[in-house]
């Protein structure tokens, strides 16, 4: 396993190519597994980083002896069948990772209860809980699962076809009649970051099953060495990297790739481009609208999803964290107000406890941003310094005298986060998962430019740390089989 002490450098510029076969822009998950998998195949490959360090959203940074995971705090399928477990398997990647059990508590005002990491024990709680919903439990989940497994095939389905034009909202009161079961079912919609009135069914499907099927982990160390160890892999492989490195155009001969150019004017001759950015600023600013002006149009009226505020603190001392579930915390009463406010709290060193300093803990939160968008924040400084004072005084609803055992405040916005990844508005999932932007309506991964291919959250399946370790790797693929 790659330690987080490993150096991260770029390669030394007298061993850089004069042409490469791919070269990929932007080192988070899915530009590190499909650059790993090139390079596998024996492709001269690049990767192209802004930031001095891989990962994207899945990074981590330290701060007086505490290692914070900056976005992402657990990840779906890593056992040995599901996407994760089987790229890194193919890959040959080692990798520890500590099962989360239960997988998740959701906390509302009037209730709340354990999501085990477990669809069968799930199921069976729930039925117990709500026996005149029984058989429409059931029901809800097999065509659940039929639905997962239809994504995985690009076919025509049945199944498919009666949930794609649909929100979960919709899905969900198609099957039941209990209030509190829907908002059960509905209360882990911040992982795709968009309420169940307005989210596609498909995407909660990917996510929940997701999760459910296969559990939620914690790799070793924090999510920076999920990063690192594929970028590890990549190269081994033999594979490039240019980090703290900016690429400003893409150059073109006629409507086909030829390369990069870099912020210093360096051009970077390949036949072949993945573009692991903001799909935005794929084609307005690096490629400068070359486009048709109807593909133009539908990128113009696609919406970003939301962004959050984060908070992370290191506490010392002898605060008891012992009853402090990791979970979201709902301010909703019922359904239809499921779109409100909510807090995601978690104790990450309950579960590593290496990432604090001995004796100490971890606590992060993330705050949905409900009544907030970017263009209707005038002073962000002010912004931050108010959010997370108000932060932690919700927290001390939860946790009696908190002030006093914090050791180290640090805190992020969707500023923050534009800032560290490029990431428009600080869009935490890329495009929205709306019915009308998934599916069949997202982008595709092939673009109308010539051998210039989308991967990770702003293209096909959607967000999610392992539907975007599945896009770096379909798209790997499609290279490969097309270049055969």
């Not at 490993?6 to 030394?12: F, V």
């Not at 059960?184 to 459910?212: D, E, F, H, K, V």
């Not at 409507?255 to 950015?277: A, F, H, M, T």
């Amino acid at each position: 396993m790659l330690s987080s002490d490993t150096c991260i450098q770029s390669t030394k510029k007298d061993r850089l190519y004069p042409y490469y076969d791919a070269i990929v822009i932007g080192a988070g998950v899915a530009g590190l597994v499909c650059a790993a998998f090139l390079a596998k195949g024996g492709k001269k490959v690049l990767l192209v980083e802004q930031h001095f360090i891989p990962g994207g959203y899945c990074t981590s940074f330290k701060r007086k002896g505490f290692t914070f995971d900056a976005a992402v705090h657990h990840i779906g399928g890593c056992g040995k069948w599901s996407v994760v477990g089987r790229c890194f398997k193919t890959l040959g990647i080692e990798m520890d990772f500590y099962p989360l059990d239960p997988m998740d508590h959701l906390i509302f005002p009037n209730f709340r209860i354990e999501i085990p990491a477990d669809l069968d024990e799930y199921i069976a709680r729930l039925q117990d809980r709500y026996p005149l919903e029984k058989d429409n439990i059931k029901e809800f989940f097999q065509d659940f699962i039929k639905l997962y497994r239809a994504t995985f095939n690009n076919e025509k389905s049945q199944i498919i076809d009666k949930y794609k034009d649909q929100t979960y909202g919709e899905m969900l009161d198609a099957f039941f009649k209990s209030e509190e079961l829907k908002m059960i079912l509905a209360g882990q919609w911040g992982y795709i970051g968009l309420p169940p009135t307005r989210a596609s069914a498909i995407a909660m499907c990917q996510m929940m099953i997701n999760y459910l099927k296969d559990g939620a982990f914690s790799p070793a160390g924090g999510t920076q060495e999920f990063a690192n160890a594929i970028f590890k892999k990549f190269i081994d492989f033999g594979g490039h990297v240019m980090l703290s490195s900016i690429a400003k155009k893409i150059l073109l001969n006629g409507n086909s790739v030829k390369g990069i150019k870099l912020q210093d004017g360096k051009e970077i001759p390949s036949g072949l481009v993945v573009s692991n950015i903001d799909a935005r600023q794929t084609f307005f600013d690096l490629l400068e609208g070359k486009l048709d002006p109807p593909f133009v149009k539908k990128v113009e009226g696609m919406r970003e999803s939301c962004s959050f505020f984060l908070l992370y603190l290191g506490v010392g001392g002898e605060i008891d964290l012992s009853k402090l579930k990791r979970g979201f915390y709902h301010t909703a009463t019922d359904a239809s107000t499921m779109g409100k406010e909510w807090l995601y709290i978690s104790v990450p060193t309950k579960i590593c406890p290496t990432l604090a300093p001995s004796n100490k803990q971890i606590i992060s939160v993330v705050v949905y941003l409900n009544k907030v968008t970017y263009k209707n924040v005038p002073d962000w400084k002010f912004f931050k310094e108010s959010m997370t004072l108000s932060t932690i005084n919700r927290l001390e609803l939860y946790i009696p005298d908190l002030k006093k055992y914090i050791e180290v405040i640090e805190s992020a916005t969707p500023k923050t986060l534009e800032r560290y990844t490029s990431n428009t508005n600080g869009a935490a999932y890329g495009w929205e998962v709306s019915v009308d932007q998934m599916w069949e309506n997202r982008l595709p991964q092939k673009t109308p430019i010539e051998n210039l291919y989308l991967t990770g959250h702003w293209t096909k399946p959607g967000p999610g740390i392992c539907a975007v370790v599945s896009s770096g790797w379909s798209v790997a693929n499609l290279i490969m089989e097309n270049w055969r």
